[in-house]
Nanobody, 118 residues
Framework: VQLQASGGGLVQAGGSLTLSCAASGSIFSIEVMGWHRQAPGKQRELVALISDGDTNYAGSVKGRFTISRDNAKNTVYLQMNGLKPEDTAVYYC??????????????WGQGTLVTVSS
C-alpha cells in the first residue's frame, strides 16, 4: 500500500493549511490513520490519530488541528489552524490496516514540509 501526501507549504503564523494523504493499492480495510511530524533536530512525534471515528491529538495541537478521514477515498486529512512557528516540521502520514491478500500493512507517506514564519 502506497501513500501520497500533499498540502504542505509556507504560511505565516496564525494561518491555516490542510494536509491530505491518499492510500492506494490492494486494501481490504483501514484501521488507523494518523499524522506524525519531525522538526529539525528532534524526534518524530505523533500529531493526531483517527480510527472508527475516535480521534486523539497531541496536547500541543489540541484545539487547533483537526484530523478527518474519507473512507471512500482512503484518504486522511489534517486541518491545521492557528499555526505557530513551532509547528514547523516535516509531516508524515501513517496508515495501518489489512491488505489483499489478507495481511497487515503499516505504510508511511513521503513527508510534506510545513514551514510557519513568525
Amino acid at each position: 500500500v502506497q501513500l501520497q501526501a500533499s498540502g504542505g507549504g509556507l504560511v505565516q503564523a496564525g494561518g491555516s493549511l490542510t494536509l491530505s494523504c491518499a492510500a492506494s493499492g490492494s486494501i481490504f480495510s483501514i484501521e488507523v490513520m494518523g499524522w506524525h511530524r519531525q522538526a529539525p533536530g528532534k524526534q518524530r512525534e505523533l500529531v493526531a490519530l483517527i480510527s472508527d471515528g475516535d480521534t486523539n491529538y497531541a496536547g500541543s495541537v489540541k484545539g487547533r488541528f483537526t484530523i478527518s478521514r474519507d473512507n471512500a477515498k482512503n484518504t486522511v486529512y489534517l486541518q491545521m489552524n492557528g499555526l505557530k512557528p513551532e509547528d514547523t516540521a516535516v509531516y508524515y502520514c501513517n496508515i495501518r490496516g489489512i491488505g489483499r491478500p489478507l495481511r497487515t500493512f503499516n505504510s508511511w507517506g513521503q513527508g510534506t514540509l510545513v514551514t510557519v514564519s513568525s
